[in-house]
């Protein structure tokens, strides 16, 4: 059962402008969303979170937003740098006692010089 | 503060087999969880460990096994390996307890091949 999902298997984006990652989950009991960032021959690494009970939060160039009604988030890179080429994952946690996080499938970001 | 390894970085087996395989979380964690990310997916939680015991299991079925040590490192075993078994195998270690969103934080994974 795919409880998140990232449909854009891949962005190309200019180096300067806006990068916009999109991510739709279907269960209203994840308390937490997060974005990981994975290089080749790495694991994902901690980008920016949000609680469930926000709709916006922002670090430094990294803004998330949350729209709870639509099930809904998305990630804004701003400006866009070289560097953010990655692949991004999105994933939502659980409220059980594991904490348990579902990703989705990910989405290849390229930012061309 | 050492980062959260992960070894072999790479293993090749035969369908039928049985694979172990390693992890050593960040200092002063006491939660693992293991993921299986098949080629084009995202990961999938197996399983979490939280000082020692496991408590929490995704739906993965019991020839995936782990174990937890006195020094919060672990150990993930796969019996009776299936093609459907290659894929990264990542660990992510986390303080455990923490109300806020846990951070999670992961290994470079292990890369499984089964022939």
């Known amino acids: 059962d795919q409880q998140v999902k990232q449909n854009s298997p891949s962005l190309s984006v200019q180096e300067g402008r806006i990068s916009i990652l999109n991510c739709d989950y279907t269960n209203s009991m994840f308390d937490y969303f997060l974005w990981y960032k994975k290089y080749p021959a790495e694991g994902p690494t901690f980008l920016i979170s949000?609680?469930?009970?926000?709709d916006k939060n922002e670090d430094g160039r990294f803004t998330v937003f949350l729209n709870k009604s639509a099930k809904h988030l998305s990630l804004h890179i701003v400006p866009s740098q070289p560097g953010d080429s990655a692949v991004y994952f999105c994933?939502?946690?659980?409220?059980?006692?594991?904490?348990?996080?579902?990703f989705g499938a990910g989405t290849r970001l390229t930012v061309k010089p | 503060e050492t980062g959260v390894t992960q070894s072999p970085t790479h293993l090749i087996k035969t369908r039928g087999q049985q694979v172990t395989l390693r992890c050593s979380s960040q200092?002063?964690?006491?939660?693992v969880s293991w993921y299986q990310q098949a080629l084009g997916q995202g990961p999938q939680f197996i399983f979490q460990y939280y000082r020692e015991e496991e408590n929490g299991r995704g739906n993965f079925p019991p020839r995936f096994s782990g174990l937890q040590f006195p020094n919060y490192s672990s150990e993930l075993n796969v019996n009776a390996l299936e093609l459907d078994d290659s894929a990264l195998y990542l660990c992510?270690?986390?303080?455990?307890?923490?109300?806020?969103?846990?951070?999670?934080?992961f290994g470079p994974g292990t890369r499984l091949t089964v022939l």
């Open positions: 949000i609680s469930s009970i926000k």
């Open positions: 992510a270690s986390s303080l455990g307890g923490d109300r806020d969103h846990n951070e999670q934080f």
């Open positions: 200092s002063g964690h006491n939660t």
């Open positions: 994933a939502a946690r659980g409220q059980g006692l594991t904490r348990e996080m579902r």
